[in-house]
Antibody, heavy 115, light 107 residues
Framework: QVQLVESGGGVVQPGRSLRVSCAAF????????MHWVRQAPGKGLEWVAV????????HYADSVKGRFTISRDTSKDTLYLQMNSLRPEDTAVYYC?????????WGQGILVTVS | DIQMTQSPSTLSASVGDRVTITCRASQNISIWLAWYQQKPGTAPKFLIYQASKLQSGVPSTFIGSGSGTEFALTISSLQPDDFATYFCQQYDSFPYTFGQGTKLEIK
């Protein structure tokens, strides 16, 4: 069955960098667009970024544009989010999710704390 | 950016009730709207796409409706498992945006 497993979270100081990963299982990764969505503690969902199935099209939320980079490695069936110049307001659970439009499968989420 | 506004923010209801959550877009998004359910400490679960199409495996008590700027999620007969927070999401244009969420509580 479809499974998405995030890793790489943790505590990082403001201004530093962190990369989170999302390993995909149970479907043909190269056929699907992939997203990152985050949720600050006690808050709602915030869409972060999307990468198309072939990596050719990428879009970001204004709040992370220029600081975060989404990428994918089809040989490893893995999605990445490189986060630079981190700010305390980037503290959140980061979810990866499958889909070009609606997000039909989500990972369990990984906590990133900027402090 | 397209703003998505849900109402109410909190809804108290009982098992067996029929409830409706509304979602308003700041501009026309046609039918490009999805709904998700989230329970505490877990990832969101995908329920409805294209405003009214039920994801496979989702009970038929969940009904999506609307187009343009006004949308609704109706649960026709609340079950104990339905008490959760619900989010709408537009995918008409980037950046995709979510509503702020509606928490459905047991009365």
């Amino acid at each position: 069955q479809v499974q998405l497993v995030e890793s790489g979270g943790g505590v990082v100081q403001p201004g530093r960098s962190l990369r989170v990963s999302c390993a995909a299982f149970g479907f043909t990764f190269s056929y699907y667009g992939m997203h990152w969505v985050r949720q600050a503690p006690g808050k709602g969902l915030e869409w972060v970024a999307v990468i198309s199935y072939d990596g050719a099209n990428i879009h970001y939320a204004d709040s992370v544009k220029g600081r975060f980079t989404i990428s994918r490695d089809t040989s490893k069936d893995t999605l990445y989010l490189q986060m630079n110049s981190l700010r305390p307001e980037d503290t959140a659970v980061y979810y990866c999710a499958r889909g070009q439009y609606q997000l039909d499968y989500w990972g369990q989420g990984i906590l990133v704390t900027v402090s | 950016d397209i703003q998505m506004t849900q109402s109410p923010s909190t809804l108290s209801a009982s098992v067996g009730d029929r409830v409706t959550i509304t979602c308003r877009a700041s501009q026309n998004i046609s039918i490009w709207l999805a709904w998700y359910q989230q329970k505490p400490g877990t990832a969101p679960k995908f329920l409805i796409y294209q405003a009214s199409k039920l994801q496979s495996g989702v009970p038929s008590t969940f009904i999506g409706s609307g187009s343009g700027t006004e949308f609704a999620l109706t649960i026709s007969s609340l079950q104990p498992d339905d008490f959760a927070t619900y989010f709408c999401q537009q995918y008409d244009s980037f950046p995709y945006t979510f509503g702020q969420g509606t928490k459905l509580e047991i009365k």
